[in-house]
């Protein structure tokens, strides 16, 4: 065999390796890149289960320490978790890598946005602490807004105009929610929350409780109100 055919054939060994071997990191990335989407796949079922199985959700914990911490999945894995574990600060902190100035990231943003609410509503040293955290939550709720454009995007802004309170983002998210989502469950939440009169009916609300699993917060106290008003009537 002459020289240059020599170093033509180790040529061709050389690419048929070379070729060989990135076809088979391409398929362990890629069976690693689907047992983590199902893994986020699980978290997120684990965490909306009603009632929560705590058991699963430490099972699942335990799957999202062993997967690789460089995946920006795990931080959103780690942060539903502990939404679901009602730990809003735990979350919000699991979170924050994922959803720093400019992030696209839209289900951690979403994801933050209900943490951060969640904290201010239910922890906070002090009042002023608990506007911040409000605060971050609206900001974090209007980036996914933009990016999500969806009724529960919209939903979730208003909610933060309301536990501000903001009149004026409030306002906004509902015009946005009556106009863009008319016949959505959310914006006929917000709009019939909206009525202030204390002698409306109840049937309403009571119709969209039902409707919601659960309901938001705004929703349930609004009932309450019309429930204890009716009962000093009677």
């Known amino acids: 065999m002459k020289a240059n055919q020599v170093v033509v054939l180790l040529g061709s060994l050389v690419v048929l390796g070379v070729g060989a071997y990135l076809f088979q990191v391409s398929r362990q990335r890629a069976a690693v890149d689907a047992q983590m989407a199902q893994l986020v796949s699980d978290v997120e079922a684990a965490a909306a289960a009603r009632p929560l199985d705590t058991t699963e959700l430490s099972r699942l914990w335990k799957k999202v320490e062993a997967a690789d911490a460089t995946d920006p999945r795990v931080a959103l894995c780690f942060g539903k978790i502990e939404l679901a574990r009602g730990r809003w600060e735990r979350a919000a902190n699991a979170l924050e890598p994922r959803i720093g100035i400019g992030s696209d990231d839209l289900p951690a943003l979403r994801a933050g946005a209900e943490a951060y609410m969640m904290w201010a509503a239910r922890g906070g040293k002090d009042a002023g602490d608990r506007a911040v955290l409000a605060r971050r939550a609206l900001q974090l709720a209007e980036s996914a807004f933009q990016l999500g454009g969806t009724a529960e995007d919209a939903f979730a802004c208003w909610q933060c105009g309301v536990r501000l309170p903001d009149e004026a983002v409030r306002k906004r998210y509902l015009d946005v929610l009556q106009e863009r989502f008319a016949d959505s469950l959310q914006a006929r939440t917000a709009s019939t929350l909206a009525k202030t009169e204390l002698d409306q009916p109840l ?5 969209l ?11 349930s106290l609004g009932l309450a109100v019309l429930e204890l008003q009716n009962q000093e009537i009677e």
Do not use: A, G, S
């Open 203 to 207: 049937r309403p609300l009571q119709d």
């Open 209 to 219: 409780v039902r409707e919601w699993n659960p309901p938001p917060v705004e929703l």
